[in-house]
RNA sequence: GGCCGGUUGGCAGAAUGGCUUAUGCAGAGGACUGCAAAUCCUUUUAUAUCGGUUCAAUUCCGGUACCGGCCUCCA
């Protein structure tokens, strides 16, 4: 069996995976909190999960993977869109969670084998908070209920900080109603008009963190394999997660692998709103196949940070475009099924070396490219098709890779016709006239031994 | 201030204690083509800096500089 190594959060180091129970492998990333449409940056993330989820499906067996993937639908940023454009809250996250969804099929992200929304699993959030009551990790205080810092010994090991160096960054919320500094909400009222739910300690709703905490033991148990999500969610958010989990839960440890991708920044950047360097997904793929993004993601290893130029997105698209080629020639031969070759296989298990596999597609294109019956072209054609899928790429069809829905194909055929008949006559000017107003419309004539075609570049 | 990560050719981006250090884009030359395009062949260019360990370091260790992230909501 392949043996993975992923770089872990806890160890700070790769680290070889051995599942807790190989027959039951269960993954959980977290996901959107659903106000506003999905910038490239939550897009990155599944995209790289993605990934893992295929290669995780490819060794213990599709059967044997769980990969959850939550929605945050209750949240104070939510509450916040609400008061800005009084919508009704349940309207903006499910428009919002509809756009996300859109974003990861375009972007082929397989879908994980549960999409848990948070506010489906408020009773077992209360529940979970009443346990860290009982076992003296929570305390009320000021109509919230607060988790206690303090009782828990080894708290901050993930994210690797004292608590003395959290103090000492004074950015810490201090507020009277905290026994600590670092102690954070698990709890807290709501107003008669914003989302809450009935608990022991009043009308209220829950602090961001709880949720995973919630689901993931409802739905992958108190200790799975791996916990997933951006860099930037180390803490406090993963750190508070895990001391939840393992206060409530005494003996488990949550997850075992703490895997987490690399911050996405816009021309060397970071991405905000202020800097006028932030794009949604959506405006992106307006204007750019979605394919490219996918692989241009896949271009830089998911634990460095990633730099999103345009200038890299149009040579993402001018790889597919070359993969299409390969593709296109060998259109007629029929795709026959294969497995994915040892060496991408390796590449992905070593820490998801997505680079590194993606020289391999590459190299599969070349070899393709070469073929000169139609028996390598067979086994080629499949061999890339294999491998390309453990990167979720090569899905689209090759012809209407080079096309657009709005090209007038009978235009276009008939300029070509005309393009044919001055080549008959060997009147050169016309024949490169037709090509070059093509041309600058972005379609490309190539003349070959079966006649000209065409395609959109 | 604390904690993390990074610095590889014109650009993107892997890998590696020694051997010809990927892959792609761009550039150069060639084949093919009426001309192109696509494809194929050939090809130029790099390991921030200073020390240490070593027979040997881009790779390991330490210092310096610079860049980025987190410490507050964030994928």
Same mark, same amino acid.
């Given at each position: 069996m392949t043996q993975i190594y992923l770089h872990n959060t806890l160890k700070q180091r790769k680290d070889l995976f051995v599942p807790i129970d190989e027959k039951n492998v269960r993954m959980y990333v977290c996901g959107p909190t659903v106000y506003d449409k999905a910038h490239l940056g939550n897009a990155k993330t599944p995209v790289v999960y993605d990934v893992l989820y295929r290669l995780l499906c490819y060794v213990y067996g599709k059967d044997h993977v769980t990969y959850v993937s939550n929605i945050t639908d209750v949240d104070d940023k939510i509450l916040n869109k609400h008061k800005q454009t009084g919508k009704p809250i349940q309207e903006i996250t499910q428009e919002t969670y509809n756009w996300y969804i859109e974003d990861m099929a375009k972007l082929n992200v397989l879908s994980p084998n549960y999409r848990p929304r948070a506010t489906e699993y408020i009773q077992e959030m209360i529940e979970l908070v009443k346990k860290l009551i009982e076992n003296g990790h929570a305390y009320e205080s000021q109509g919230q209920v607060l988790f /206690? $810092? /303090?009782?828990?010994?080894?708290?901050?090991y993930l994210s690797n900080r004292s608590m003395k160096e959290m103090i000492a960054g004074?950015? $810490?919320? $201090?507020?009277?109603? &905290? &026994?600590?500094?670092a102690d954070f909400i698990l709890w807290k009222p709501s107003e008669a008009d914003q989302p809450g739910w009935d608990s022991p300690w009043g009308y209220g709703r829950p602090g961001w963190h709880l949720e995973c905490s919630a689901m993931s033991s409802k739905l992958l148990g108190n200790d799975f394999d791996i916990h997933g999500g951006g860099?930037?969610?180390?803490?406090p958010h993963h750190e508070n997660e895990l001391a939840q989990s393992c206060c409530a839960y005494p003996g488990t440890h949550f997850a075992k692998y703490w895997v987490h991708t690399g911050m996405l920044m816009i021309n060397g950047v970071k991405m905000s709103k202020s800097l006028g360097n932030f794009y949604t997904v959506d405006e992106i793929l307006a204007k750019n196949p979605a394919e490219a993004l996918r692989l241009l993601f896949l271009t830089t290893h998911y634990h460095q940070p990633f730099n999103f130029t345009f200038e890299g997105l149009n040579e993402a698209k001018k790889i597919l475009d070359k993969f299409y080629n390969a593709l296109l020639k060998n259109e007629d031969i029929p795709v026959q099924k294969a497995e994915p070759s040892q060496k991408i296989i390796e590449a992905l298990a070593d820490d998801l070396n997505t680079p590194l596999a993606l020289s391999y597609i590459h190299e599969d294109v070349n070899a393709l490219n070469k073929a000169e019956t139609p028996e390598e072209r067979k086994t080629l054609k499949a061999q890339l098709l294999a491998d390309a899928y453990m990167l979720g790429l090569l899905y689209n069809n090759p012809s209407s890779w080079f &096309?657009?829905? /709005? /090209?007038d194909s009978s235009e276009i055929d008939a300029l070509v016709q005309k393009r044919l008949e001055a080549k008959k006559n060997k009147d050169w000017a016309t024949a490169d006239a037709i090509r070059n107003d093509l041309k600058e419309k972005g379609i490309v004539l190539e003349d070959g031994p079966d006649g000209t075609t065409w395609k959109r570049i």
């Open positions: /206690d $810092v /303090d009782s828990m010994p080894n708290y901050g004074a950015r $810490v919320e $201090v507020a009277d109603y &905290k &026994k600590n500094p860099s930037d969610l180390i803490f &096309k657009r829905t /709005d /090209d």
